[in-house]
């Protein structure tokens, strides 16, 4: 069974008067350990697919599963459950909590799920250093490189175990040579702990990296490979 | 890190907000706090001042005679005043006669109220006669020696030493005179008061009206004035078998004292609820603005799994940190006005010339605060309580954000 299904899922916005169809009838399928990228030009619905398998926004038609869970029918509390234990972000501009320190930030899904302290300051230290964060932890995100900062986001996105990690134009911020360190982390992260990623971009770097490459046009599948 | 941190460090994001905040609701506190403690201890000075001189904490009756003060309405008290002197909390038990009547020098004639007293322990308990010394008091209950108001001396064109006549209206309904010297002199600042007062021995004005051992009144005072309530129980016991008597508190027995601290300190209330209004705006006002200037960060929390239900919470920690910190240095600051302004007091000389008449009753011209804990403790809550209030629109606003809308909020 796929980690993550759509079916003919359609996604309209009112705007004024109007309504602008983001997404039309689109499928897809995702199965965990998978590197994907969802490509296409801006506008073509790349975040807003994102946003709906990650729960933070609802399908107008169609299904969306994500781990056995149907997303158009989890009422506002599931979502944020669905969140918390399956999802982990990461975001253009790190959105980081700014009076947060390094590690706090990364602390944060756990402290919402509630693991004891220790516990989760012992997880975080790992990622720091398998995220090349070491003596970083206490820094405030003010302190920090545009890359320590998506680190510090990836580690956040990472720290409570999700199913699936999604990250919507994670480079759009960084130079090519930090874009390229990152890449080959999320890679590594990838296979060694077989995390899923699911990316938006239209960055050919990103795209270059991927096992797998979803084009989007007009909020329609283009193409699959 | 919790939510507790969270919530303090998001306070400290604007310190000049906050601190202007904080220092709001710090001010108004101690402002609150000191000039309640302010009042509270000026009504406390007025109530014993004014019931020691006046009515007393407690009094008993005839029936009816509070209402039309008819000098027939007196009564025996037989052993009350010895049975009420052994009730717990009770320093003295006052019997007084009140006549009317007319007062006559070689000069001049003037109305009077003469009281009869009894010279021992109404000198120990009235404060308006610890001015007297030994030789212009009274010398005895059946004495001849009056003491007069000021201003009845000065019309009256008497001095110390002189005799005067008194007329007063005999029980049997005949006029009697009976010639008295004046020993001593009260000024208590009530005009009615200094332009009216004699004061003789109880037994002396008993025996000459033809009504000897019957008083008007039995002014009741207390080792505290706060046991009041405490301590009247026991004098209604006391007076069951009593029928044409009635007990009475201080409230009852001088309802223009009574009521105009009711009213005063009614208006300061109105005003301390202003206060607390225009602070509960302001702490409205900052957690608002918080809130809306971090729509885009509540975005990502609510992405990384937080629920709206979280972030209600944090609004709600936030607004009671607030609460906590100004309610503790609020107190703080206001236990230190208080202290001042009960060791050293306003003068109210500096503001006003002559006595300081309110409700009947002359109050020390040096107001001192006195403290009043549960009042202190109960005002300090509110505030608590108000900075909740505060923080429920904003909270609101806050678990209304769409995630996927705050995200592209810039």
């Known amino acids: ?225 | 890190m919790d939510l507790l941190t969270l919530a303090w460090k998001n306070l400290w994001r604007s310190r000049r907000r906050t601190l202007i905040t904080l220092a709001a609701l710090t001010f108004s506190l101690m402002l609150i706090q000191a000039f309640h403690n302010l009042s509270y201890g000026v009504y406390s000075s007025m109530i014993d001042s004014g019931v020691r001189a006046g009515t007393g904490h407690l009094v008993v009756y005839q029936d009816g005679y509070l209402q039309n003060r008819d000098e027939k309405l007196s009564f025996d008290p037989q052993n009350l005043v010895a049975e009420i002197g052994q009730i717990d909390g009770v320093e003295a038990v006052l019997p007084r006669l009140y006549l009317p009547g007319l007062a006559q020098s070689s000069r001049e004639s003037r109305s009077i109220l003469l009281t009869g007293v009894d010279p021992v322990h109404e000198r120990k308990t009235n404060p308006f006669l610890r001015q007297l010394t030994d030789q212009q008091w009274l010398l005895s209950l059946d004495g001849r020696e009056a003491i007069l108001g000021s201003r009845l001396l000065k019309e009256l064109q008497l001095k110390r030493g002189h005799k005067f006549v008194v007329t007063l209206q005999h029980s049997s309904g005949e006029l009697v005179s009976e010639m008295f010297r004046v020993r001593g002199v009260i000024k208590t600042g009530i005009k009615s008061v200094d332009r009216s007062l004699l004061m003789v021995g109880q037994a002396r004005a008993a025996e000459l009206v033809g009504t000897p051992d019957r008083v008007h009144e039995l002014a009741v005072i207390l080792k505290e004035q706060k046991s009041g309530h405490g301590v009247f129980p026991f004098l209604q016991d006391l007076l069951e078998g009593r029928q044409d008597l009635e007990g009475l508190t201080w409230e009852k027995a001088m309802p223009n004292l009574y009521n105009a601290i009711r009213l005063d300190y009614a208006s300061q209330k109105f005003i301390f609820v202003i206060m607390m209004m225009i602070v509960t705006i302001g702490v409205i006002n900052t957690l608002l603005m918080s809130v809306m200037e971090r729509f885009r960060e509540f975005g990502t929390i609510l992405a990384i799994g937080a629920s709206h239900a979280k972030l209600r919470t944090l609004v709600f920690i936030e607004a009671l940190l607030l609460g906590v910190v100004s309610m503790v240095l609020g107190s703080c600051f206001g236990a230190l006005a208080t202290w001042y302004l009960q060791a050293v007091g306003i003068d109210m000389r500096n503001f006003i010339s002559g006595s300081l008449e309110f409700g009947g009753v002359v109050f020390d011209p040096v107001l001192r605060a006195s403290w009043d804990l549960p009042w202190m403790i109960k005002i300090s809550f509110y505030l608590l309580l108000l900075s909740f209030i505060a923080a429920i629109y904003p909270s609101i606003k806050a678990g209304r954000i769409s995630p996927a809308a705050a995200m592209r909020h810039h």
């Open chain 1, 1 to 225: 069974m796929a980690l993550i299904s759509l079916k003919s899922v359609t996604k309209i916005y009112p705007l004024g008067h109007q309504e602008v169809v983001a997404v039309d009838e689109f499928s897809l399928s995702i199965d965990a350990g998978e590197f994907v990228v969802l490509a296409g030009p801006s506008g073509s619905g790349k975040t807003t697919l994102l946003n709906m398998i990650g729960c933070l926004d609802q399908p107008t038609r169609g299904e969306i599963w994500l781990d056995g869970h149907d997303i158009g029918c989890a009422s506002q509390k599931e979502l944020s459950d669905l969140r918390l234990r399956k999802v982990g972000f990461i975001f253009q501009d790190y959105n980081l909590i700014p009076v947060l320190t390094a590690a706090e930030n990364a602390e944060f899904t756990l402290m919402l799920q509630q693991v004891e302290k220790k516990q989760r300051r012992k997880r975080v230290l790992d990622l720091f250093s398998a995220l090349g964060l070491d003596g970083l932890e206490n820094r405030k995100p003010s302190d920090l490189s545009g890359g320590q900062q998506q680190r510090v986001a990836i580690a956040r996105a990472m720290a409570s175990g999700p199913a699936v990690i999604l990250a919507d134009e994670p480079t759009a911020s960084l130079d090519s040579q930090t874009s390229e360190e990152l890449l080959l982390l999320m890679q590594k992260l990838n296979e060694e702990q077989g995390a899923t990623f699911v990316f938006s971009s239209h960055d050919p770097l990103v795209i270059s990296h991927a096992k797998r490459v979803v084009r989007l046009r007009d909020g329609r599948l283009e193409s699959d490979q």
